[in-house]
């Protein structure tokens, strides 16, 4: 069976769309399910095909795949606008759902935080800073992005970060931002601006509980490493 083949030719079983029904949606590949997400591929390519090409360029790394643009998606042969707006779509729901999954949570713990906010900053190629908060049994309140920047760095204001956790009654707050370049140790600037946060919602009676650094697929804790 050639892979430039349309879908349609193919065995029933071999069908992405009729091996879901048939075997459950566990069974697909990720290949497989872009591949009905994509619906079509073109001339000399099947839908599957180009699902391969597409994966193959994150290194079958989804979390990357979602940070692509419609541009950088439509760059693909056989991707057109109305399919690379279908995919991101798709991608953010998942995202969202994950997220959902443990917003209800205690965030208690490193790894809670991480599971809920890390799939939002892995993978970004710029610097993001956002702010946890949570009510007295450190449940969610909100979680907001307090600030966006370049490539390496980002601009924090303590005082927006302050007056938004008085108008939402929250006790605690967990500090979260990304490090493009996949370091995870804190610089001395984020040690300093930790410090900063401490001091001054001590001042209004709410605790800085932790700080993650997230790279890639991980992260660093303030908390964990003793450093709050």
Not at 93 to 102: E, F, N, P, T
Request: hydrophobic share 45%.
């Amino acid at each position: 069976m050639s892979p430039n083949l349309p879908i349609k030719s193919w065995a029933a079983e071999d069908r992405p769309r009729e091996k879901l029904i048939q075997q459950g949606k566990q069974s697909l590949t990720n290949a497989e399910l872009l591949a009905i997400l994509i619906r079509t591929g073109h001339q000399s390519e099947s839908a599957l095909g180009l699902s391969k090409r597409i994966l193959s360029s994150v290194d079958g790394e989804l979390s990357r795949l979602s940070q692509f643009s419609v541009e950088e998606l439509c760059a693909f042969k056989g991707m057109g606008k109305a399919k690379a707006i279908g995919l991101l779509a798709a991608l953010e729901l998942s995202k969202r759902q994950k997220s959902q999954l443990v917003s209800s949570e205690t965030m208690n713990s490193s790894i809670t935080v991480f599971s809920y906010i890390g799939p939002r900053l892995s993978s970004l190629p710029h610097e993001e800073f956002w702010v946890i908060y949570l009510n007295q049994a450190h449940r969610l309140l909100a979680c907001e992005q307090l600030s966006r920047g370049g490539i390496s760095q980002t601009t924090v204001d303590v005082r927006i970060a302050l007056k938004r956790a008085l108008t939402l009654q929250a006790v605690a707050m967990i500090l979260v931002h990304n490090h493009p370049s996949g370091n995870l140790q804190p610089s001395l600037a984020d040690k300093n601006l930790t410090a900063k946060f401490v001091k001054a919602a001590l001042n209004i009676d709410i605790s800085v509980i932790d700080h993650l650094i997230v790279a890639e697929n991980t992260y660093f804790s303030f908390a964990d490493q003793g450093i709050l």
